[in-house]
């Protein structure tokens, strides 16, 4: 009796690894969901889309910076344009394109909907484009960035 009871021991462990194996085995199948399959042109693959954002990728001051141009003279803006700063003229290059400018805040700060913003004349030289223009930008929810509001070509009054 004992001997039989010895020979039911890994039998049933057996089964009881086989029921566990099943049961797992059922969580990775796929079963299409009722009426997924009647509903006609819809495409079942999962896709995505991945939107570019315009947040630091392109520049609103010229058409002649890359990103890295923009990003070095989006930090010299904020510095020039600093309500707690001196006014002073502010300078940013780029060794790797030869880009470079500088900021000049015009005037004080102002609010407008609750942002302060500023007054400035940019200059870019690009190498063989260079440009002068004249803007306002605001900071932007009570953070370091300054969203430029208006760009066009500097006019001397």
């Known amino acids: 009796m004992v001997h039989l009871a010895r020979g039911r021991a890994p039998?049933?462990?057996?089964?009881?690894?086989?029921?566990?194996?099943?049961?797992?085995?059922?969580?990775?199948?796929?079963l299409p969901l009722m009426g997924s399959a009647s509903i006609a042109g819809v495409d079942h693959e999962p896709t995505g889309t991945i939107v570019k954002t315009s947040v630091a990728t392109t520049s609103t001051l010229s058409n002649n910076l890359d990103v890295e141009d923009w990003r070095r003279a989006r930090a010299a803006l904020g510095t020039a344009l600093d309500p707690q700063g001196n006014g002073a003229t502010v300078a940013w290059d780029n060794p790797q394109t030869g880009r470079k400018g500088t900021f000049i805040p015009v005037a004080a700060p102002y609010p407008v909907d609750g942002q302060v913003?500023?007054?400035?004349?940019?200059?870019?030289?690009?190498?063989?484009?260079?440009?002068?223009?004249?803007?306002?930008?605001?900071?932007?929810?009570?953070?370091?960035?300054?969203?430029?509001r208006d760009v066009k070509p500097f006019r001397q009054s």
């Open 11 to 30: 039998a049933r462990a057996l089964a009881l690894a086989a029921v566990c194996a099943l049961g797992l085995a059922g969580c990775s199948m796929s």
């Open 117 to 148: 913003c500023r007054a400035f004349i940019a200059r870019i030289d690009g190498g063989e484009v260079k440009e002068i223009v004249q803007g306002s930008a605001c900071r932007t929810g009570g953070t370091d960035d300054w969203a430029i």
